[in-house]
């Protein structure tokens, strides 16, 4: 077998204990260094059961059949079951010797395979060591005197020399030649990935020799095909010491009882003779038991059913009956039940802390538990709400979930954590981690928002301007901001004081031009500088934005530019002037409509329109004159989309591009909006920002997928203004800008949005 190792053949050999006061046999390995734990097939792997005689299927392995009924045997994928022999020797049913067909299709159906999953090899019962050491004519004479031929098998089309030679076609000869050509060419048309059978270890000569002839086979495929291999699992059904005969599966149930109700599961008895054959408890190959197999009640147990089928061999009551709750050779662990554990949670606090308990083991069985949450440094009516329920997970279901409402404030804490703890789970199952801890994170960022509306202008010794101050969070003590203004304007009051009842209260700061004698370009610019100071540590010392004010001198002409801005061609657009101070004289006007370096337009008068004939940015200026002469001129801009005219929504994209929300969607040329294609992560980043002024980025570099985007920057503000999360949750390390925004995720970013300051 080192051939088929070095083959990538796995090859995992076990042997069979049992406990003297249960009903368990489990699967050990004679070999010390081999692992004990071993992957049983899945869905998408076929499996082959060689069994020297039927009914040794069902106690070698009907559990995996089973539990493999969701497989399909069409191609040569699914589940296999091949038998070696007949048993026609060593049975006497009233049918000359022969085994009943039915009875076999029977037992089958009960662990969910049909005929067509049955192959049968028609070799004489009990005579495989003949057969596989002489080279024998056609007709076999067994031991007991019956003769055998291939035409005497008596399977129709079950018999695998009928099924791949044809009808009427067979061997020359019972030999180790044949036997090996008859199991390559099965291995070879269906390909297992798993193969199931008797191993080297077992008295009965019969299991010897099946499986020195799948060995033999299963060697020549993968010679041929070095990439192909399959996981061979063996077992010891018939002991390798007679010493333990009484040790054995037969000897160990109740005499009243075929079925016992103690638990397997419990340490083997103190067997001293079993080390001397090899068979080591705790090295045995471990699977799962499934749940229907264990049950007590022989009417609902598939395997105690298909043991009754057999009537050839007693049923229930005969040998292979013993074997009800231990077939599970290679199923070797008793599991009734799964075990549950409980995740952890991180959620931001206003949102709904969702804990996911996940079941490991069998799914076919309901089972449910209590959770229950209790306080950690978070209080249960402050930072979340007390929750306690009964969590069922239905047969089926790996997973259910808990659900935690936490609550919001506006005081910036730190972290908080809360527990929630499995109790009361289903008779027989295990809390494999009964706790989970939730953490709560603040959506509060202690800050101060400015709000100067469009901008601050103001003139000289003339009119004034206004903007508003307001704290992004209860603060714990008096905050104190003094507002200090730079040359040529004043700035009142100063200080502003807010405190832990008025902090949401927007404070209004008034912003006067002192006049003077100097003739100075329209405008020229002010700044507004503030600074905080409070015993809070979060707000002393704070950051807070400066506000630029427009100084307009109180010297001279000074007009302003209103108007409805068009944002598609062949739509008018219409300006108007309007002297703001100053003047002498009568005032005239010289308008200019550019787009790019090309005029598109010119007019006269207060009032000028000009209807745009192509896309593009254009630049609408005016010169004022008065009796002084011309004077500064003032502009204006205009973005004119050229695929919006057909548009239901051409009016709303239009006011879009007037308050600079949108500038296109095809750069550099930014003369079309795409009102029909949908927006990414990214676009509703940019949109949201200019909407909202946003300018505090937060230090950037939140999210790992947005290195190199157009909207980083966008989407930096966006994030540090609570407004977005992430796509993933919870980590939410990613912004994913280039996915769609659906329509539940804009749904959060308008509220998170409208709670701004």
Not at 109 to 125: S, V
Not at 652 to 680: Q, Y
Request: net charge negative.
């Amino acid at each position: 077998m080192t051939s088929l190792a070095n083959r990538r053949l796995s090859i995992r050999r076990a042997a069979l204990v049992t406990v003297a006061v249960s009903l368990l046999v489990a699967l050990v390995s004679p070999t010390a260094t081999q692992a004990a734990e071993v992957d049983p097939p899945t869905s998408t792997e076929s499996v082959l059961i060689v069994a020297p005689h039927p009914g040794d299927a069902t106690i070698m392995a009907g559990g995996i059949s089973y539990a493999l009924d969701s497989y399909s045997d069409t191609s040569g994928a699914g589940v296999t079951i091949a038998y070696m022999t007949n048993n026609d020797f060593g049975i006497t049913d009233g049918d000359d010797g022969t085994l009943q067909l039915e009875a076999v299709t029977a037992q089958t159906g009960q662990l969910n395979r049909a005929e067509d999953d049955l192959i049968f090899f028609g070799y004489p019962d009990g005579e495989l060591a003949g057969v596989w050491g002489t080279a024998a004519p056609a007709v076999f004479t067994a031991s007991t005197g019956l003769e055998a031929t291939y035409a005497s098998r008596g399977l129709g089309l079950t018999d695998w020399h009928d099924y791949r030679m044809g009808a009427g076609e067979q061997h020359a000869d019972y030999n180790q030649e044949a036997m090996i050509a008859d199991m390559e060419a099965l291995i070879d048309e269906r390909r297992p990935d798993h193969i199931f059978l008797g191993g080297p270890e077992n008295r009965n000569t019969d299991y010897t020799t099946t499986y020195d002839v799948v060995a033999a086979a299963l060697d020549n495929v993968v010679a041929d095909d070095a990439d192909y291999g399959a996981v061979l699992h063996t077992t010891v059904v018939w002991h390798p010491d007679p010493a333990l005969d009484d040790k054995w599966p037969q000897d160990i149930a109740p005499a009243d009882d075929i079925i016992s109700d103690e638990d397997p599961s419990i340490d083997p008895p103190a067997v001293t003779t079993l080390a001397d054959v090899g068979l080591v408890w705790a090295d045995r190959e471990q699977f799962v038991v499934p749940t229907a197999l264990q049950n007590p009640v022989i009417a609902a147990n598939p395997k105690a059913q298909a043991i009754d089928e057999f009537t050839s061999q007693g049923g229930l009551g005969g040998f292979i009956g013993r074997f009800v709750h231990r077939d599970e050779i290679f199923w070797a662990d008793y599991v009734n039940f799964p075990d549950l554990s409980i995740d952890d949670v991180t959620v931001t606090e206003g949102d709904d802390a969702v804990f996911t308990i996940s079941r490991t083991g069998a799914l076919n069985v309901d089972v449910s538990v209590t959770a229950t949450t209790s306080d950690g440094t978070a209080i249960a009516g402050v930072d979340y709400t007390a929750t306690s329920e009964t969590v069922d997970l239905a047969a089926g279901a790996a997973s259910a979930t808990f659900t935690v409402p936490t609550l919001g404030d506006a005081v910036a804490e730190a972290d908080k954590t809360f527990t929630v703890t499995l109790t009361a789970p289903t008779t027989g199952v295990t809390l494999a981690d009964a706790t989970g801890t939730g953490t709560i994170t603040d959506d509060v960022v202690p800050g101060v928002t400015i709000d100067d509306g469009d901008g601050l202008s103001v003139i000289e010794g003339g009119a004034s301007d206004t903007y508003t101050v307001v704290l992004d969070s209860e603060p714990t003590a008096d905050v104190v901001i003094t507002v200090t203004p730079s040359a040529e304007v004043t700035a009142a009051p100063s200080p502003l004081t807010f405190t832990t009842a008025n902090w949401d209260t927007a404070q209004t700061v008034i912003v006067t031009g002192i006049a003077d004698d100097t003739d100075e370009p329209d405008p020229h610019t002010g700044v507004i500088s503030h600074t905080a100071a409070s015993a809070d540590t979060d707000y002393n010392g704070i950051d807070i934005a400066d506000v630029t004010v427009d100084i307009y001198d109180s010297t001279g002409l000074v007009v302003a530019v209103d108007g409805l801005s068009a944002g598609s061609t062949g739509i008018p657009a219409e300006y108007t002037a309007s002297v703001v101070v100053g003047g002498t004289g009568t005032v005239t006007y010289a308008w200019t409509a550019t787009r790019g370096t090309t005029t598109v337009d010119t007019g006269t008068g207060a009032t000028f329109s000009f209807t745009p004939t192509a896309g593009g940015l254009h630049t609408v200026s005016v010169v004022p004159t008065d009796d002084d002469g011309a004077h500064d001129p003032v502009s204006v801009t205009l973005n004119v989309l050229t695929d919006i005219e057909d548009s239901t929504f051409v009016l709303d994209i239009i006011w879009l591009a007037d308050e600079g929300i949108t500038a296109g969607c095809n750069p550099p040329a930014n003369d079309e909006f795409c009102p029909d294609n949908n927006v990414t992560r990214g676009q509703m980043a940019a949109f949201l920002v200019r909407f909202l002024g946003l300018t505090d980025d937060g230090g950037g570099n939140k999210f790992v997928d947005d290195d190199g985007s157009v909207f980083e920057d966008d989407i930096a503000k966006l994030a540090a203004a609570g407004i977005t999360r992430g796509c993933n949750p919870p980590a939410n390390d990613r912004f994913c800008p280039d996915d769609n925004v659906t329509r539940g995720q804009m749904a959060a970013f308008i509220r998170r949005a409208d709670a701004l300051p």
